[in-house]
């Protein structure tokens, strides 16, 4: 048993590969029909809240308990930001959506290593002064996303969908900067004790910074795929993709009390919780018991991942 428990703790992955297996087993049961087009569509759905559960997991690997609460709201306004400056040029539609989304990240960055307010509270309120300047975008911005983009992000190539190809790409480069940089070892050690870390001549500060503007940064990213996969920007885009990003970030080897990430596990993490949705969506529950079921389980997550910090504290 206690090697069990080893090999589960060194390969993250396994629990929600495990999760997709099953998963896929019972949406075979329900549909009564076996299809290789469910796992392409729920590759291709699970590319925003892979993304936002990569941020969420550079964040919380930061440790002091950090997590993001504004994602959803940076999402959001991406979104807007994107589909209006794309009337203009795609490319740059796209920057601007990442450069917003990095410039959100910053304010709740600076506000929390500098300030000393807890991360979660800061988020919390920036949050907030993330969707005023989304009522104030959405009444002036447009919220049609650029057809050429639109056609990009339906492309598709060897039966990939060109959006889960670019969330490949992102997850490889992300996975070399975790763990085969001088930062990704810094950002660990930051997580594992910052204090220690501090003494041992890493910049804290420096390091935690730069942990929220790479969250910002592929919230931005996913806003922009986002509004174009969804026919473009409305106010509550993000609150869809919130709560399984969560869910991913921590199912897929997250700890809680920072040190502590898996690239794979939580990209998988985000594959299984798409999965949950599709079953949920074929056992034909309502919307209401879907959310419940789903907060359910974030909520055991949350109490697995927190038991497993106070051991490790």
């Not at 503007?213 to 920007?233: D, K, Q, T």
């Amino acid at each position: 048993m206690s090697k069990i428990k080893e090999i589960t703790q060194k390969n993250a992955f396994i629990w929600p590969v495990l999760g997709c297996i099953i998963l896929y087993i019972a949406i075979t049961a329900v549909t009564g029909s076996f299809s290789i087009a469910v796992l392409s569509s729920c590759a291709k759905l699970c590319v925003f809240a892979m993304l936002l559960a990569l941020g969420q997991m550079i964040v919380v690997t930061s440790g002091d308990g950090a997590i993001d609460l504004s994602q959803r709201y940076i999402l959001t306004l991406t979104a807007y930001i994107s589909c209006t400056v794309m009337e203009t040029n795609i490319v740059l539609g796209l920057i601007a959506a990442i450069l917003v989304g990095v410039i959100c990240a910053l304010i709740s960055s600076l506000i929390n290593v500098y300030l000393r307010v807890p991360a979660m509270i800061t988020t919390l309120a920036t949050g907030y002064l993330f969707y005023t300047v989304i009522l104030l975008v959405s009444g002036k911005g447009s919220s049609i996303p650029a057809p050429k983009f639109v056609s990009f992000v339906n492309t598709n190539i060897f039966g990939l969908n060109m959006m889960t190809l670019v969330c490949i790409i992102v997850a490889i480069v992300l996975w070399f900067v975790l763990y085969r940089t001088k930062y990704g070892h810094q950002l660990h050690a930051v997580g594992q004790k910052r204090e220690a870390a501090r003494l041992a001549g890493i910049n804290v500060k420096k390091t935690v910074i730069v942990a929220f503007l790479m969250n910002g940064a592929l919230c931005g990213l996913a806003g922009a795929l986002c509004g174009a996969y969804c026919g473009g920007a409305n106010q509550d885009l993000g609150t869809t993709y919130f709560l399984p990003s969560v869910a991913a970030a921590f199912v897929g080897g997250t700890n809680a009390a920072g040190g502590k990430s898996s690239v794979v596990g939580v990209s998988i993490g985000a594959l299984m919780m798409t999965f949950m949705s599709t079953f949920l969506n074929a056992a034909k529950l309502d919307v209401g018991i879907q959310r419940l079921i789903q907060g359910a389980f974030l909520v055991f997550l949350l109490v697995v991942a927190v038991s497993d910090a106070g051991k490790k504290k």
